[in-house]
Structures are given as structure tokens and as C-alpha cells.
């Protein structure tokens, strides 16, 4: 049940809702976590890179990049008791730090809003395929009718408006319900679906006569056919699945009760991100295998490459109809948090209400999410920063993705990690983040020293690539 949070302490008196669990709290983040990055990304970008030697990079930048900063995200939330910008300013006034800090949360909720507009877009092209997988379009594809699918799909402005009009009105429904009512209702009932979905995926996929060949793929290490650029891309990607930088995790943890271990619920947290990335490789790569395709085919490799398997395969239809309502409920679930920090700073800020400022905030995100859909057709030639070399045919959409991934995120997020690890008191850090002894220690020297430089390289490279 919602309690109420007398945290004077804290500098907040305001009754605000908690958690009712650590689960549903684990649960939310995981959601949030779990996304396109996992189900769509993270297959062909272990398809690029070789496989194994890729995820045995990419575990072991998730320990020593994702979870510190998920943790000192958290943290900044639970001690601020508000919005992210208003949490990082009253955090730096007890540690007499400058205000000038909660730029990281400023830039971090811009992300998020800009970041939802285009995500938004993508999450309708999962909706509309779901149609496209149960009617059977799929059956007896070739790779010119698929790709002229997908084609159609994104030449079409008002199939995509509609698309991303539903998708948006089902993300402002849960977030302007509240806390309990809302995310936490969702997220009981999405996540638990999200997963029985993937194992069924998996299930089939063992039954395509490739699943070992997926699992030495994902498995086997070959170092070989790991380069300096896929141990980076490992590293920028290990940051950017936890929902990191984007003022998320903030957020959630301001409505975190004080019982709650920040450090295990993290560990928790980063585990089951990881498992879903996997999992989904596995669903996806036997399919792949099985079919003789590409398995570092790129972004195509869902909406492109996968259906045309679909239509090959037994049962093509029926899976191909689950796999995408499965990568519908995983959008679903990061868009809620996408709109959560800026929903909950309006809330904060005006007197509209959470229903109000969900539908204020829902409403300006969904009017610039129809940039990114005019930029893929109609505004296709229309490359606003063309006169730079490096922006030379990147359209709107093509922007909007780059500053976000490349500048904004791995800005916030280093940004936090040097506040918490050298302006926040060690003592304050220790009595809340829960770890005790050498994990604490391990924690705040990652925190200070290894996580800021680890994104700042990511960051440089990002800018120079």
C-alpha cells in the first residue's frame, strides 16, 4: 500500500507515495531497463562484434560502469525525496556543493523527453507489425516484398501518425494514474508477461535446429574477432541499457522507501537487464542460424531480416506475432520511464495535477515525435546541419538520436558519477547505498575514479567516430 514520507530530514515535507515492495521497485527499473536496447539492439550488436567475446566484454562493463551509476542514481532520488533537478540541488546544498550540479538531471530529463519522441516512433513500428505477423503477411516472403513492407510502412506519414499516436496515449494512460494506480499496477503485470513471452520465444527457437549453435555464438569466446571499437561499443551500450543518464533512475528512486538496499536491488537490477539481452539473443540467433541469414545484419535485423524467416517457418505467423507484441510490451515499459521525470517535475512545479501534466508532457512529446516521422519521409532530404561535415545527411530523426546517445546521455551520466563519488559525503554514500565493508569500498572507487573516465572515453569517442 502507498505510504506516506515524513522525511524532514530530507528537507521534504510533503506526503509522497513509495513502493509498496522492493519487487515492484525492482520490477519498475527492470522495465525500464528492459527495452528496444535489449530486444532489438543487443542481438545485432553482438552479431556485429563476434558473439561471445562481445558479451563477456559487455558483463563486464555493465559491473563496472552500469551498476555503480544505477546506484548513485538511485541514491540522488531516495535523498532528494523530488524531482531529479530539485533532488541533485537540495543533495549539493547538505554537502555544500554548488546547485550549478543538477545540470546533470537538467540535461538528463531533456534527454528522456527527446528521446521518447522518436522512441515513440519506433515503438509503433513494433505495433504495427504485430498486424502484419497475425494476418500472415509474413508467410511466403521474399526479400522484396519484406523489405517493401517496411518501406511502405516508413513512407507512409499518416500509417506512422496513427501508430505513434496509439503507442504515446497507451504511455500517458499509465504514467498519469500515479504511482500505485499506474507505473507500479503496469509493471506487475507487463514485466511477468515480458518474460513468459521471451522464454516461449526461446522454447520455439530450440526447436529450430540451431539453438547450440546460438549458444556457442553468444558463449564461446573468440577474441580474435573483438576489436578496440566493439569493446567500446560494449561499454557505451552497458551504460546506455540501465537507463542511465536520462534522469530515470533518479526518479524511480524518489519514491524509494528506506529499507531498501540500493546496492543489492541494483546488483538485482543489472542481472536481470542482462539475462533479458541474452535471452533475447537466444530467441533470436537459432531463428537466424536456421534461416541463413546475416547475424550482424544491423538495425534490419528485426524489421527486415526476422520477418522474412517468420515466413519461412513453421508456425512463422504465430511467432512472428508473438515476438513482436513481446518488443511492444518491452517499448511500453521503457516509455513509461521515459516520461515519468518530466511528468513528475511538472507535477511538482505547476498545479495541474498528475493527470494534467502527464497529458501536458505526453502531448509535446507526441508533437515532436511527428518531426522524427516527417524526417523519414516527407522531410527525408531536409538535413539541418549538412553545411558540418560530420552531420552531412543526417535528417532530423538522425539528430535527435545522435545527441541524445552520443552528448546528453554520457554527459549526465558522468556528470553524476563525479558528484556522487566527490562532493557527496563518504559517510552519508555508506549508510545509504547499503554495502558494507570491501563492497563499499570497491563501489565509491569505481564510482569516483574508474566510471568517470570509463564514460568520459565513450563520450570522446562517440564525438570522434
Same mark, same amino acid.
Given at each position: 500500500?502507498?505510504?506516506?514520507?515524513?522525511?524532514?530530514?530530507?528537507?521534504?515535507?510533503?506526503?509522497?507515495?513509495?513502493?509498496?515492495?522492493?519487487?515492484?521497485?525492482?520490477?519498475?527499473?527492470?522495465?525500464?531497463?528492459?527495452?528496444?536496447?535489449?530486444?532489438?539492439?543487443?542481438?545485432?550488436?553482438?552479431?556485429?562484434?563476434?558473439?561471445?567475446?562481445?558479451?563477456?566484454?559487455?558483463?563486464?562493463?555493465?559491473?563496472?560502469?552500469?551498476?555503480?551509476?544505477?546506484?548513485?542514481?538511485?541514491?540522488?532520488?531516495?535523498?532528494?525525496?523530488?524531482?531529479?533537478?530539485?533532488?541533485?540541488?537540495?543533495?549539493?546544498?547538505?554537502?555544500?556543493?554548488s546547485p550549478l550540479w543538477r545540470v546533470s538531471a537538467i540535461v538528463g530529463m531533456i534527454a528522456a523527453f527527446v528521446i521518447l519522441s522518436f522512441y515513440s516512433v519506433i515503438g509503433g513500428w513494433a505495433a504495427a507489425y504485430i498486424g502484419h505477423g497475425a494476418t500472415g503477411d509474413f508467410v511466403g516472403g521474399n526479400p522484396d516484398t519484406i523489405n517493401a513492407m517496411f518501406g511502405n510502412l516508413l513512407a507512409s506519414p499518416g500509417e506512422l501518425l496513427l501508430w505513434h499516436s496509439l503507442f504515446m496515449a497507451?504511455?500517458?494512460?499509465?504514467?498519469?494514474?500515479?504511482?500505485?494506480?499506474?507505473?507500479?499496477?503496469?509493471?506487475?503485470?507487463?514485466?511477468?508477461?515480458?518474460?513468459v513471452l521471451l522464454l516461449v520465444a526461446v522454447g520455439y527457437a530450440t526447436t529450430t535446429g540451431h539453438f547450440g549453435e546460438a549458444v556457442t555464438f553468444l558463449f564461446k569466446p573468440d577474441f580474435g574477432k573483438l576489436s578496440i571499437n566493439g569493446v567500446l561499443i560494449a561499454l557505451g551500450h552497458a551504460f546506455f541499457t540501465l537507463s542511465l543518464g536520462m534522469a530515470i533512475m533518479m526518479a524511480y528512486g524518489s519514491y524509494l522507501g528506506r529499507d531498501v538496499s540500493i546496492g543489492r536491488t541494483a546488483v538485482i537490477v543489472g542481472v536481470t537487464d542482462t539475462l533479458v539481452a541474452l535471452l533475447a539473443g537466444l530467441a533470436i540467433f537459432p531463428v537466424v542460424f536456421a534461416n541463413n541469414l546475416e547475424a550482424g545484419a544491423g538495425p534490419g535485423l528485426i524489421f527486415q531480416t526476422l520477418p522474412l524467416a517468420f515466413g519461412q517457418m513453421?508456425? !512463422?505467423?504465430?511467432? &512472428?506475432?508473438?515476438?513482436? #507484441?513481446?518488443? @511492444?510490451?518491452? %517499448?511500453?515499459?521503457?516509455?513509461?520511464? /521515459? *516520461?515519468?521525470?518530466?511528468?513528475?517535475?511538472?507535477?511538482?512545479?505547476?498545479?495541474?495535477?498528475?493527470s494534467g501534466s502527464a497529458m501536458l508532457v505526453?502531448?509535446?512529446?507526441?508533437?515532436?515525435?511527428?518531426?522524427?516521422?516527417?524526417?523519414?519521409?516527407?522531410?527525408?532530404?531536409?538535413?539541418?546541419?549538412?553545411?558540418?561535415?560530420?552531420?552531412?545527411?543526417?535528417?532530423?530523426?538522425?539528430?535527435?538520436?545522435?545527441?541524445?546517445?552520443?552528448?546528453?546521455?554520457?554527459?549526465?551520466?558522468?556528470?553524476?558519477?563525479?558528484?556522487?563519488?566527490?562532493?557527496?559525503?563518504?559517510?552519508?554514500?555508506?549508510?545509504?547505498?547499503?554495502?558494507?565493508?570491501?563492497?563499499? !569500498?570497491?563501489?565509491? &572507487?569505481?564510482?569516483?575514479? #574508474?566510471?568517470? @573516465?570509463?564514460? %568520459?572515453?565513450?563520450?570522446?569517442?562517440? /564525438? *570522434?567516430?
Open positions: 500500500m502507498t505510504q506516506s514520507n515524513p522525511s524532514a530530514a530530507n528537507g521534504d515535507t510533503s506526503s509522497r507515495g513509495l513502493w509498496s515492495s522492493r519487487l515492484a521497485f525492482i520490477l519498475a527499473v527492470t522495465g525500464s531497463s528492459v527495452g528496444l536496447g535489449n530486444v532489438w539492439k543487443f542481438p545485432y550488436i553482438t552479431g556485429e562484434n563476434g558473439g561471445g567475446a562481445f558479451v563477456l566484454v559487455y558483463l563486464a562493463c555493465i559491473a563496472v560502469i552500469g551498476i555503480p551509476i544505477l546506484m548513485a542514481e538511485v541514491f540522488l532520488g531516495r535523498n532528494g525525496r523530488h524531482n531529479p533537478i530539485t533532488s541533485m540541488r537540495l543533495v549539493a546544498e547538505r554537502n555544500l556543493a497507451l504511455v500517458v494512460l499509465v504514467v498519469s494514474r500515479g504511482l500505485k494506480k499506474g507505473l507500479e499496477r503496469s509493471v506487475t503485470i507487463l514485466m511477468p508477461a515480458l518474460f513453421p508456425m !512463422g505467423s504465430v511467432f &512472428g506475432t508473438l515476438f513482436f #507484441v513481446l518488443l @511492444v510490451f518491452a %517499448a511500453w515499459t521503457s516509455a513509461i520511464s /521515459l *516520461l515519468e521525470p518530466v511528468v513528475e517535475w511538472v507535477e511538482e512545479k505547476t498545479t495541474l495535477g498528475r505526453g502531448f509535446l512529446c507526441w508533437a515532436l515525435g511527428i518531426v522524427s516521422i516527417l524526417s523519414l519521409n516527407l522531410w527525408s532530404d531536409v538535413t539541418p546541419l549538412a553545411m558540418f561535415e560530420r552531420f552531412e545527411g543526417k535528417t532530423f530523426f538522425d539528430l535527435m538520436d545522435y545527441f541524445t546517445a552520443n552528448v546528453m546521455l554520457p554527459l549526465s551520466g558522468m556528470l553524476t558519477a563525479l558528484f556522487v563519488g566527490w562532493c557527496v559525503a563518504r559517510e552519508s554514500l555508506k549508510k545509504d547505498v547499503g554495502l558494507d565493508g570491501k563492497l563499499f !569500498g570497491v563501489w565509491y &572507487g569505481l564510482t569516483r575514479y #574508474v566510471t568517470p @573516465v570509463a564514460v %568520459a572515453v565513450v563520450f570522446v569517442y562517440n /564525438l *570522434l567516430s
